[in-house]
């Protein structure tokens, strides 16, 4: 009997003093656990004399389930201990400023595209794309560059090697291929429905590639082609249509002039300046005293035309090309075209547009 009250005694003490759960795991299989203190006595009781059985049984039964309970108490308290701890530590301040993540942005070319795009949309224009690497034929015959002849020269090309048949591909030195591939395409179709060909007015943004490196020049760089073709386009459309769009583009009046000019493709030819005036070291787009050329442009060539077989006696247009790049650096003050693909993280983030609630025109600019 007074062994079991010291068992008591000594588990109880051992079970009090437990500083965690696992120091308290320790107490309670030293006496409860298969080979604990307790359990050996429970394991001795089938030896015993009957007489004493029945008398030690029921204490050391109610020993253990006393022991039981009192470990579970202290298991309770240990772990209410452990949670207050773990709260008091791990307090977050919902007030504290979140910690930035690094967010990338639109590059000015990819701006000015979809700035363009939306100008063109919004007169009824579609989208159309072709490769950067062209044939001699899209880039140069198809659009009347006769054989050798010296216009050739005015694009530095870069050429790959000769294939099989001799032939030379080429990355193209502006988006004109474009349209003989959106004529010959509205032609097929126009074939295959029996239908008369379809008016067409579309833009084509994309790469262009020339031989050329200085502050304003690069050996890629971006444009966007326009045509329309239908049967009464004429040059007052042109002018009216690329007025508009600089003066959206800008989102003020500009002033605008046509120089005759020579393309192979376009006949009559212009380029098209736009006015400015220089007050200090800032350039001023609108009016002024000065002119800075922007684009070309012209009636489509009736060659053109011949070449896609679409009659030049039945349908007319005209095209432009303007430089993307060029109409970033004017409207967003940047001064040189090489860091635009110079992958820059300031320049970037300098000069690029959140992609996130980012004025533009398609939202509405201020
Ligand atoms: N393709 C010409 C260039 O790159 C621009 C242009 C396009 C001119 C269409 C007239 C018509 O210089």
Not at 16 to 43: C, F, H, P, T, Y
Not at 176 to 198: C, F, H, N, W, Y
């Amino acid at each position: 009997m007074q062994d079991l009250q010291n068992i008591q005694a000594k588990v109880q003490a051992a079970i009090d003093g437990a500083i965690d759960l696992e120091a308290l795991d320790i107490v309670r299989v030293a006496a409860l656990g298969k080979k604990g203190e307790v359990s050996l006595l429970m394991r001795q009781l089938g030896s015993m004399a009957p007489e004493q059985r029945k008398e030690f049984g029921p204490k050391l039964n109610a020993l253990k389930n006393e022991l039981n309970q009192a470990v579970l108490t202290k298991r309770t308290a240990l772990e209410a201990e452990l949670l207050e701890q773990k709260l008091a530590s791990e307090t977050i301040d919902v007030s504290l400023p979140a910690t930035p993540i690094p967010k990338g942005s639109i590059h000015p070319v990819s701006q000015v595209f979809a700035e363009t795009a939306a100008i063109f949309a919004d007169m009824g224009f579609e989208i159309a794309t072709g490769p950067d690497i062209e044939t001699d034929f899209y880039n140069f015959t198809a659009l009347n560059f006769p054989p050798k002849h010296p216009a050739r020269d005015m694009h530095d090309t870069f050429f790959f090697n000769a294939d099989e048949d001799g032939t030379r591909k080429l990355l193209r030195t502006h988006t004109s291929p474009v349209q003989i591939r959106t004529l010959q395409a509205a032609v097929q179709m126009a074939k295959d429905s029996g239908k008369e060909l379809a008016d067409t007015r579309i833009i084509a943004p994309g790469r262009t590639y020339r031989c050329d490196s200085d502050q304003t020049h690069t050996p890629m760089f971006h444009q966007v082609e326009g045509l329309v073709i239908d049967k009464t386009t004429h040059m007052g459309h042109l002018k009216g249509c690329l007025q508009d769009f600089v003066s959206a583009f800008f989102e003020r009046e500009i002033e605008v002039r046509f120089r005759p000019h020579h393309f192979p493709f376009t006949e009559p030819s212009a380029e098209m300046d736009i006015g400015y005036e220089r007050v200090g070291n800032e350039i001023r787009i609108g009016q002024g005293d000065k002119w800075m050329e922007i684009l070309g442009c012209g009636m489509v060539h009736p060659n053109v035309l011949t070449a896609v077989g679409i009659d030049p006696d039945i349908y007319q247009g005209f095209a432009f090309g303007v430089g993307i790049d060029r109409l970033a650096m004017l409207k967003y003050g940047i001064p040189d075209l090489r860091d635009f693909f110079a992958c820059d993280q300031n320049w970037l983030q300098h000069y690029g547009f959140s992609p996130i609630n980012q004025p533009n025109l398609a939202t509405g600019l201020s």
